[in-house]
C-alpha cells in the first residue's frame, strides 16, 4: 500500500482531464489519464490498497463522475483530505469510494508512514499516532460495501 499526497483544490480537471469526457467512458478508458496532468506517474504505479491524502477542497470543478470512477476502479482503498468539494463527494459515494474527512491525518503524515483506517471505529493510524474522524453514516458505509449505490439500489429492491 502506498500514500500519495497532494495539496489544496485539486480539481475533477487534474483528477481526470476534461478533454476525454467524451471519449472515454468505462473505468479501462479513464485509468490511464488518471491524474496525468498533475502526477504523470500515478495512473501506471496505483495499486490496489492505496490512499491519496490531499488537502482543502478534494473534487472542486465540474460534475463529471469520471474521476471517482476510475478512482475507485484502479483499486484506491480511502481519499483522506482536509475537505472534499460537495459534489465530487457525492459522486464517490455513488462509486463507493471511502472518503474520509481529518485535517489532522493530512499534517500528520509524512512519507513513509504506515497508515490503516477504521471507517466503523472513525479512526485513522498515521505513522503510529491513532488519529479520531466523524464516524461515516450507517447508510454511506453500507453503500461502500456494496460496492457502490447501483449494487446497493439492486440489494435492496431484491430484498422487498
Given at each position: 500500500?502506498?500514500v500519495?499526497?497532494?495539496g489544496d ?6 483528477l481526470?482531464?476534461g ?5 472515454c ?8 489519464h488518471?491524474?496525468e ?5 500515478f495512473?501506471?504505479k496505483?495499486?490496489?490498497?492505496d490512499?491519496?491524502?490531499a ?9 463529471r ?6 478512482l475507485?476502479?484502479?483499486g484506491v ?6 475537505g472534499f468539494?460537495r ?5 464517490a459515494?455513488n462509486?463507493?469510494l ?6 489532522e ?8 508512514d504506515?497508515?490503516?483506517l477504521?471507517p466503523?471505529a472513525?479512526?485513522i493510524?498515521?505513522g503510529?499516532?491513532?488519529l479520531?474522524?466523524?464516524k461515516?453514516?450507517?447508510e454511506?458505509?453500507a ?9 446497493y439500489t439492486r ?6
Amino acid at each position: 500500500m502506498k500514500v500519495w499526497k497532494y495539496g489544496d483544490d485539486i480539481n475533477t480537471d487534474m483528477l481526470f482531464p476534461g478533454k476525454y469526457t467524451y471519449t472515454c467512458s468505462t473505468a479501462e478508458e479513464i485509468k490511464p489519464h488518471l491524474l496525468e496532468d498533475l502526477d504523470s506517474e500515478f495512473a501506471g504505479k496505483v495499486a490496489e490498497g492505496d490512499i491519496l491524502f490531499a488537502g482543502k477542497n478534494f473534487g472542486c470543478g465540474s460534475s463529471r463522475e469520471q474521476p471517482a470512477l476510475g478512482l475507485k476502479a484502479v483499486g484506491v482503498q480511502a481519499i483522506v483530505a482536509k475537505g472534499f468539494a460537495r459534489i465530487f463527494y457525492r459522486a464517490a459515494i455513488n462509486q463507493g469510494l471511502l472518503l474520509v474527512e481529518c485535517a489532522e491525518a493530512v499534517d500528520a503524515y509524512k512519507d513513509g508512514d504506515e497508515v490503516s483506517l477504521d471507517p466503523q471505529a472513525g479512526q485513522i493510524k498515521v505513522g503510529g499516532k491513532v488519529l479520531n474522524f466523524p464516524k461515516l453514516p450507517p447508510e454511506i458505509l453500507a453503500i461502500r460495501e456494496a460496492g457502490g449505490l447501483l449494487p446497493y439500489t439492486r440489494a435492496a429492491l431484491k430484498k422487498r
